[in-house]
C-alpha cells in the first residue's frame, strides 16, 4: 500500500542553519542532509505520495524551491507557512486494526538515511 509522507524541509531535508532568521535561507547554501536523495528516490519507486511541509512563509516558495530543486528533489506538493510547533498527523485506523498514522522524529541535520517510513 502507498504511503503519504509529510516530510519537513530545514533540519530534515536541508541543513537548518539556526535560529538566524529568514535572511540565512538566502544567504547561507542550501545543502542536501546524508541519504534525503536516496531516500526521495526509494519512496518515489514505491509510489509514495511525498509532501514536503515548512515554516518558511509562502512569499519564501521561489527561492524553497529552487533549493529543492538545485539538489534533484522533486516532490508532490508543497505546504508553506506553517507554526513552528509541532506536527500531528490524525488518522482513522482500518477496521482490520492496522494503524494508518505514524510519526517518525529525526535529529537535526541528521538526514534522511536512517529514517524509517
Keep these: 500500500m502507498a504511503k503519504t509522507l509529510f516530510i519537513d524541509i530545514d533540519g530534515t531535508v536541508l541543513r537548518?542553519?539556526?535560529?538566524?532568521?529568514?535572511?540565512?535561507i538566502y544567504s547561507m547554501p542550501a545543502v542536501l542532509l546524508d541519504g534525503v536523495l536516496e531516500k526521495f528516490e526509494q519512496w518515489k519507486y514505491d509510489e509514495c505520495r511525498i509532501i514536503l511541509t515548512t515554516a518558511r512563509p509562502e512569499s519564501m516558495r521561489d527561492i524553497?524551491?529552487?533549493?529543492?530543486?538545485?539538489n534533484k528533489l522533486f516532490w508532490d506538493d508543497l505546504i508553506m507557512g506553517l507554526p513552528r510547533g509541532p506536527r500531528v498527523v490524525i488518522n482513522d485506523t482500518k477496521d482490520d486494526g492496522t494503524i494508518t498514522a505514524?510519526?517518525?522524529?529525526?535529529?537535526?541535520?541528521a538526514g534522511l538515511k536512517d529514517a524509517d517510513a
Design 102 to 109: 505514524f510519526g517518525v522524529p529525526v535529529a537535526r541535520n
Design 16 to 24: 537548518h542553519h539556526g535560529e538566524g532568521g529568514l535572511n540565512q
Design 64 to 70: 524553497t524551491e529552487h533549493q529543492l530543486r538545485g
